[in-house]
């Protein structure tokens, strides 16, 4: 059974930084990467990363934050810097399966941007 789990997310104040991780299990994972969720808003992509290490950015987030990956243990990082309150969303976990056409997605982990 295929399972993602989330860490990371809190409050934090504009500027600052905040790592997310996501510890999948249950498979062998190709595409790993995040996404968010504001209110009231679509589900955007903020990054995704190979298992070569090719990464992807959303535009709104290039050069603050850093998507990474960990193969052994079935783990993927955001890290982000320099935090605005428009950053402020649920964000969430997705893995599509190395072999096949599934994907799946994690529980999401609430980030708050705000002084």
């Known amino acids: 059974q295929v399972q993602l789990v989330e860490s990371g997310g809190g409050l934090v104040q504009p500027g600052g930084s905040l790592r997310l991780s996501c510890a999948a299990s249950g498979s062998i994972f190709g595409i790993m990467g995040w996404y968010r969720q504001a209110p009231g808003k679509q589900r955007e992509l903020v990054a995704t990363?190979?298992?070569?290490?090719?990464?992807n950015y959303a535009d709104s987030v290039k050069g603050r934050f850093t998507i990474s990956r960990d193969n052994a243990q079935n783990t993927v990082y955001l890290q982000m810097n320099s935090l605005k309150p428009d950053d402020t969303a649920v964000y969430l976990c997705?893995?599509?399966?190395?072999?096949?056409?599934?994907?799946?997605w994690g529980q999401g982990t609430q980030v708050t941007v705000s002084s």
């Open positions: 997705k893995a599509d399966k190395l072999f096949g056409t599934s994907d799946y």
């Open positions: 990363v190979t298992r070569g290490g090719s990464t």
